[in-house]
């Protein structure tokens, strides 16, 4: 899928060996039955790590699952991790008291913003299944509208969801961190964005291979 993108960043000073060293980048879209578990993945991601953030959302997926659910755990999209195959649907969500969203390792906080989300969905105030249909701007400005997400959230829809190509997220720290020791300079987030001009129409291409550098240096 990204054979050109590779091609195109294999020639930078940067990107260039991390391409060489970890193959294919491994991005792309996922069905649109995804499409709103994956944004209460990403509410449940922020400011967590991996870790911590991976098993609250298989505490969720416990808690909704019915029979048809096979709870096998498969490769998560982006995380180092596994979750379960569990369908989470907006009525799934909103069927569950806020103590027992509590109980899996929300915080208050996202207790509300999960369950504001699957309300406007359910409610079709957010139509989340026809978000591809939208260019970047139009997706982040649909997003953003949602109490709990954020660009950053957005960011990871746009980027692990939709696979849109040219997506730098600046606001997520592990890029941050990767991409410090990457080009071995101190930027800031204007700065990073600016030096990541170079690597378009392909920044979501070239975030990936410096994100892979946390996982295996």
């Known amino acids: 899928m990204w054979k050109e993108a590779e091609e195109f960043l294999e020639k930078d000073k940067y990107i260039g060996p991390l391409v060489k060293k970890y193959g294919s980048c491994k991005i792309k879209p996922r069905p649109k039955r995804y499409y709103f578990e994956d944004l209460v993945d990403s509410i449940v991601q922020q400011q967590l790590s991996m870790k911590a953030a991976t098993s609250i959302f298989n505490r969720i997926k416990e808690k909704v699952a019915d029979k048809k659910d096979s709870k096998n755990p498969n490769k998560h999209k982006w995380r180092v991790g596994k979750t379960l195959e569990v369908e989470v649907s907006p009525e799934k969500i909103l069927a569950l008291s806020d103590k027992e969203l509590r109980e899996c390792g929300l915080s208050n906080a996202k207790v509300v913003?999960?369950?504001?989300?699957?309300?406007?969905?359910?409610?079709?105030?957010?139509?989340?299944?026809?978000?591809?249909?939208?260019?970047?701007?139009?997706?982040?400005?649909?997003?953003?509208?949602?109490?709990?997400?954020?660009?950053?959230?957005?960011?990871?829809?746009?980027?692990?969801?939709?696979?849109?190509?040219d997506i730098f997220p600046v606001g997520d720290l592990g890029l941050r961190n990767a991409f410090k020791k990457v080009i071995q300079k101190d930027l800031n987030p204007n700065e990073m964005s600016k030096f990541a001009e170079r690597w378009k129409p392909w920044r979501t291409v070239a975030s990936w291979y410096i994100w892979k550098t946390l996982e295996n240096p």
């Open 113 to 165: 913003y999960v369950k504001n989300l699957a309300e406007k969905v359910k409610r079709q105030e957010v139509k989340v299944e026809s978000l591809d249909k939208l260019p970047d701007e139009e997706v982040m400005k649909e997003l953003v509208a949602v109490k709990g997400i954020g660009e950053w959230t957005a960011h990871m829809f746009l980027m692990f969801t939709l696979a849109r190509p």
